[in-house]
């Protein structure tokens, strides 16, 4: 499906600018539009591959250019000031010809945290198309204040999209890496994931395995609204197995062997780690996409793997297709989990925020009474005036 994508703040650009990447490496064409919105000038200079013309700076008349800190209620204000200029850019954007709008942040920060909710709920009143979130939670270690942040901003971002698709930084990270060093990593397996999906509504019909491929359709139904998350799991495969043996003129697929793959490979993505982890169960729609040379995809596979994530999930609304990716070594399966309520990070992010909320009150509070008691001479001093 065709997407207009809009990043948000610094990790929102970043991930943008790696979606860039990844659909001209795979050649996807799921990417009709590309814009970067920030309130910090050198977060926006240091993308790569958004186009200059596209990016986007905002709240200039009060931060100058420096960026809002992690203050996102002045990151959402700021947006609401300069939404005209947000707006000029998308007025670029061919917008009958997107599917979808998909804005991109990390939730914990200010500029992309407060920004993005302000900017999907103005696009949804101005545009007919549906319109994505993609939020980033924060690392459990990042603190009171990105949890805080990233707890409003999730009750304000799901609010106003049609469906947040949330990717949780904190199941990502890995122990010895470097800040920078882990996030580069981290965005590369954010854009396979949503990449491959999104790239897998944009195959057309025109070619053998024409009926089975994941139409654009597809992924908006499941995606009709709630939160959504995306578990992945792929394999090796030989990939000169299917034209060695059409040569020596055996058959050249084995059934059973794609039908066990790509059944086995539904599990592991589901079971194993997903963007957000959550409980499958509470899952209210599902799409499965198997990935990879069409010569080792068949039917069976994708409708064995669909049926198993019915039975998990006790939902009727389960979909299945196919990717068929020429020149990849590797079958992958990309289980979509759409409508999921029983998630622990949320409850547990809730709860930390709540408590950092009363404390920075109550830090508050004491700050005020203690300067008041520091100035206060008890009337034994004369202010000048
Ligand atoms: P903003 O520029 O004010 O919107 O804030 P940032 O985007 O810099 O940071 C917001 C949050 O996003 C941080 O608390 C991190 O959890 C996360 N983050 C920052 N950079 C990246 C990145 O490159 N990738 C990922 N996955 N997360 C990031």
């Known amino acids: 499906m065709k997407l207009a994508l809009i990043g948000f703040g610094q990790a929102g650009g970043k991930i943008v600018d790696e979606f860039l990447a990844f659909d001209e490496q795979i050649d996807g064409g799921f990417v009709e539009a590309a814009i970067a919105v920030n309130s910090a000038t050198v977060d926006l200079q240091g993308l790569e591959n958004v186009p ?23 990151g959402a204000e ?19 010809e997107i ?7 990390g939730m914990g920060g200010g500029t992309g945290s407060g920004g993005a909710p302000v900017l999907a709920k103005h696009l949804n009143r101005i545009y007919t198309e549906p319109v994505y979130g993609l939020g980033v939670l924060p690392g459990t270690d990042e603190g009171g204040i990105y949890t805080l942040n990233a707890a409003r901003s999730f009750q304000t971002f799901v609010r106003e999209v049609d469906n947040l698709l949330v990717f949780d930084n904190d199941a990502w990270r890995s122990a010895g890496e470097s800040v920078e060093g882990g996030y580069d990593r981290i965005n590369k397996e954010i854009v396979e994931r949503f990449g491959l999906l999104f790239a897998a509504g944009e195959v057309g019909h025109d070619d053998d395995v024409a009926e089975s491929v994941v139409d654009s359709s597809e992924i908006i139904n499941t995606l009709e609204s709630g939160i959504s ?10 990939s000169d197995d299917g034209l060695l043996s059409s040569f020596r003129g055996e058959e050249t697929f084995d059934e059973g062997e794609a039908t066990n793959r790509m059944t086995s490979l539904v599990r592991k993505a589901t079971l194993g780690r997903m963007t957000l982890p959550c409980d499958v169960s509470s899952a209210d729609r599902g799409l499965v996409v198997a990935t990879g040379p069409a010569e080792h995809l068949n039917r069976k596979g994708v409708e064995r793997g669909r049926q198993w994530l019915e039975d998990e999930t006790a939902s009727m609304e389960i979909r299945g297709g196919d990717y068929p990716m020429s020149d990849r070594d590797e079958v992958g399966a990309i289980v979509l989990l759409s409508g999921v309520t029983d ?11 709540i408590e950092a909320q009363e404390t920075t009150e109550t830090v508050k509070a004491n700050a005020q009474d203690e300067f008041a008691s520091l100035v206060d001479t008890g009337g034994e001093l004369d202010a000048l005036f």
């Open 343 to 353: 998630i622990p990070r949320v409850d547990q992010l809730q709860q930390v925020a």
């Open 99 to 105: 599917d979808a709008f998909l804005v991109v942040a």
């Open 229 to 238: 998350t995306i578990g992945y799991a792929r394999e090796t495969v030989d």
């Open 52 to 74: 200059q013309e596209n990016r986007v700076l905002v709240g200039q008349a009060r931060v100058k250019g420096h960026g809002v800190g992690a203050d996102n209620e002045l």
């Open 78 to 96: 700021v947006t609401e000031e300069d939404i005209d200029e947000i707006q000029g850019a998308v007025d670029k954007i061919p917008v009958h």
